[in-house]
Nanobody, 126 residues
């Protein structure tokens, strides 16, 4: 069983930055692919970013490409999401998720993940 705990959210002005962290325990994530999703009020949870188990392959939603960067530190058992140039529409609860995977695979669908964190709130003021 993998336990994921997100942190780093908060209130930030438009144009600002945050670094979200997802710390894993219970298993080493070196053989796990990771994903970030978000859910805004009144909306469905959506894909944000994904990273392969090696950390070498990544994929992003079009809405965050070139503003967000996902990275993975297997030694620290932690995944990060650097979020820059934030917009008010980025306001959401951000979740990390994981599943066992090998090679350069990353996953965009929520159904492809079987472990989830509790989320961290990001609020962007205009």
């Amino acid at each position: 069983q993998v336990l994921l705990v997100e942190s780093g959210g908060g209130l930030v002005q438009a144009g600002g930055s945050l670094r979200l962290s997802c710390a894993a325990s219970g298993r080493t994530i070196s053989e796990y692919a990771m994903g970030w999703f978000r859910q805004a009020p009144g909306k469905e949870r959506e894909f944000v970013a994904a990273i392969s188990w090696t950390g070498a392959d990544t994929n992003y939603a079009d809405s965050v490409k070139c503003r967000f960067t996902v990275s993975k530190d297997n030694a620290e058992n932690t995944v990060y999401l650097q979020v820059n140039r934030l917009h008010p529409e980025d306001t959401a609860v951000y979740y990390c998720a994981t599943r066992k995977a090998y090679g350069g695979s990353w996953f965009r669908s929520q159904n492809q993940y079987n472990h989830w964190g509790q989320g961290t709130q990001v609020t962007v003021s205009s």
